[in-house]
C-alpha cells in the first residue's frame, strides 16, 4: 500500500504549513519496507511516488458521496502501492480558504488534486492558472483546461433503475425527489428517475423539491417530510445524506439512493440504485501522469465502464420487478439501453430529443432543462 494521510478541520490550510497551529494534527501511516542491503553506488535513485491529494467539502464519514470517494482513495493506494502517496482533506469550504489549501498542497508536492465537489470549480480554475504543474480533477467541472479536467459518471443510470423500482410499487404521482442544485448532472438525475417510472407507468410523475445543500440533515428531513405530506410514497435524492430514507422508512415509504448503498440505514425503504466505483478510475489517471501521458479532459463512466455498479435489490421487490432491472442494467452495460432516448419534450412542451435520436455526451453534459413530467420547476 503506498502512504497515506489524514487532514481534518476547516482550517486544513494552516494545519498544512504548522501543525502546531492547532486542530487535528496528521496522522501517517507508511508500509515498512523489508530490511535490504545497501546498493551499489551506481544503482539510479529511487523514483519519488506521485503525491495525490483528494479534497472534500464535507466530512469523509461513513457513508455516501465523500466516503465512496475515500475509499476509491484507499483502493488507488492497493493497486499503486508504493507509486503513490496520498492525502485527504476534510471539511474544507468552497471559498477563499480552498484556494490556500490548493495552493499549500501543490507546495508540498502534490501534483494530483482530486476536489471532490462541483462547488470548488472556481476556486480550482483561479489556482489552476497560476501552478501549471499540478492536475485537477473535479467532478461535473464544465471550465476545464490543459490541467484542469472532469470526472462524471451516467448516475442517471442509477436513478432510471430507482424509478423503475418505485413505479412497480407505487402509483404514477407517487414519486419525488430531493434535489441539490439545477446543475446538469443533478438535471439528468431527475430526469433519469421520471424515465425510469415511465419504462413501467407511461403516466408517472416524479415531485421535485429542491434543498439548496448537499448536506443538511435538517433540511432534508424537512424537504423529504414536506414530500410524503403530499402524498409521495417514494423519494430519492442527490444529497450526501440518508436522512430522506430515515424519514421513508418511519413514514413506510419507500427510498431510492445513488453514490452509495444505504440498505443497512432504511432496510425497509431502500429499493435500489447506484454505487460510485473510482479506485479503478484514480490508478488510470495516476499511471498516466506517471507515464507523462495523461491529457485533462472530460470522463464520463457508465455502469460496465468502470465508474458505476447497480445498487443492490430490495428482497420485498417481486421477480417480475427483479427481471426488469436486470434486463435494464444488462442493456445499459452493453449500450442497448440509452435512458436518454427521444422522443422526449421538456417542461414547456419543446422537442429536446427527436424520435429515436440518442442524447450524445455534449447533451448530457449540458443538460439544463427538465422533462415533461416532472412536477415543480427551477428554484429561484
Known amino acids: 500500500m503506498g502512504t497515506s494521510?489524514?487532514?481534518?478541520?476547516?482550517?486544513?490550510?494552516?494545519?498544512?504549513?504548522?501543525?502546531?497551529?492547532?486542530?487535528?494534527?496528521?496522522?501517517?501511516?507508511?508500509?515498512?519496507?523489508?530490511?535490504?542491503?545497501?546498493?551499489?553506488?551506481?544503482?539510479?535513485?529511487?523514483?519519488?511516488?506521485?503525491?495525490?491529494?483528494?479534497?472534500?467539502?464535507?466530512?469523509?464519514?461513513?457513508?455516501?458521496?465523500?466516503?465512496?470517494?475515500?475509499?476509491?482513495?484507499?483502493?488507488?493506494?492497493?493497486?499503486?502501492?508504493?507509486?503513490?502517496?496520498?492525502?485527504?482533506?476534510?471539511?474544507?469550504?468552497?471559498?477563499?480558504?480552498?484556494?490556500?489549501?490548493?495552493?499549500?498542497?501543490?507546495?508540498?508536492?502534490?501534483?494530483?488534486?482530486?476536489?471532490?465537489?462541483?462547488?470548488y470549480q472556481d476556486q480550482v480554475v483561479a489556482v489552476a492558472e497560476q501552478y501549471p504543474e499540478a492536475q485537477f480533477l473535479g467532478p461535473g467541472f464544465f471550465l476545464l483546461s490543459e490541467n484542469v479536467g472532469s470526472y462524471d459518471g451516467g448516475f442517471e443510470q442509477g436513478m432510471y433503475l430507482g424509478g423503475l423500482a418505485a413505479a412497480s410499487l407505487v402509483g404514477p404521482d407517487e414519486i419525488g425527489i430531493l434535489a441539490s442544485y439545477p446543475i446538469p448532472e443533478v438535471l439528468r438525475d431527475i430526469n433519469g428517475l421520471l424515465l425510469g417510472a415511465r419504462s413501467v407507468n407511461p403516466d408517472a410523475t416524479v415531485q421535485v423539491v429542491w434543498t439548496g445543500t448537499w448536506f443538511d440533515p435538517l433540511i432534508e428531513g424537512q424537504a423529504a417530510e414536506s414530500l410524503f405530506d403530499t402524498g409521495v410514497r417514494a423519494v430519492a435524492q442527490v444529497t450526501e445524506l440518508t436522512t430522506a430514507g430515515e424519514v421513508a422508512q418511519a413514514r413506510g415509504g419507500y427510498w431510492i439512493e445513488i453514490y452509495d448503498n444505504g440498505q443497512r440505514f432504511a432496510p425497509e425503504a431502500y429499493l435500489t440504485g447506484a454505487l460510485l466505483e473510482l479506485g479503478g478510475y484514480f490508478a488510470e489517471v495516476a499511471q498516466q501522469m506517471i507515464d507523462g501521458t495523461y491529457e485533462a479532459g472530460n470522463t464520463y463512466l457508465t455502469l460496465g465502464a468502470g465508474l458505476l455498479s447497480p445498487g443492490p435489490y430490495a428482497d420485498f421487490l417481486s421477480d417480475e420487478t427483479v427481471a426488469m432491472l436486470d434486463a435494464a442494467v444488462e442493456g445499459m452495460t452493453s449500450g442497448d439501453l440509452n435512458v436518454f432516448t427521444g422522443p422526449l419534450n421538456d417542461q414547456d412542451g419543446n422537442q429536446v430529443l427527436a424520435d429515436g435520436e440518442v442524447a450524445d455526451l455534449g447533451f448530457l453534459l449540458g443538460m439544463d432543462f427538465l422533462l415533461e413530467g416532472v412536477i415543480g420547476g427551477f428554484p429561484s
Open 5 to 119: 494521510r489524514r487532514l481534518a478541520g476547516g482550517l486544513v490550510a494552516l494545519l498544512l504549513v504548522v501543525a502546531a497551529c492547532g486542530g487535528e494534527e496528521a496522522e501517517t501511516t507508511t508500509t515498512a519496507a523489508p530490511a535490504t542491503t545497501a546498493a551499489p553506488a551506481t544503482t539510479e535513485a529511487a523514483v519519488e511516488p506521485l503525491k495525490v491529494a483528494f479534497v472534500h467539502q464535507g466530512p469523509v464519514g461513513e457513508h455516501g458521496w465523500n466516503f465512496r470517494h475515500n475509499m476509491g482513495r484507499l483502493e488507488l493506494e492497493d493497486i499503486m502501492g508504493g507509486a503513490v502517496e496520498t492525502v485527504f482533506l476534510e471539511s474544507v469550504p468552497a471559498t477563499a480558504e480552498a484556494e490556500r489549501v490548493f495552493e499549500d498542497l501543490i507546495r508540498q508536492g502534490y501534483r494530483l488534486l482530486v476536489t471532490t465537489s462541483f462547488d
